[in-house]
């Protein structure tokens, strides 16, 4: 399954933090999609606190789906 199918979801269509619509990252340990904007401010966290992925350009792993 890949971001794209997950945003079918009406409350995937928007930023978890920001509430724009359209995001296009995802925390996959956390199960947040976020905006470019919000998506750098988590990657900062570190990724033993939010692991950051491109719906667009990177694989999710199926162990992160479940």
Known sequence: MNGD???KTDMNNF???CFKSDP???SV???LFLCIMCASTHR???VQVSFIRSI???DID???LL
């Open 5 to 7: 199918e997950l945003q």
């Open 62 to 64: 199926e162990f992160h």
């Open 56 to 58: 667009d350009m990177d």
């Open 29 to 31: 340990n956390n199960g």
């Open 15 to 17: 930023c978890a933090e």
């Open 44 to 46: 900062s966290y570190g």
């Open 24 to 26: 296009r990252w995802v």
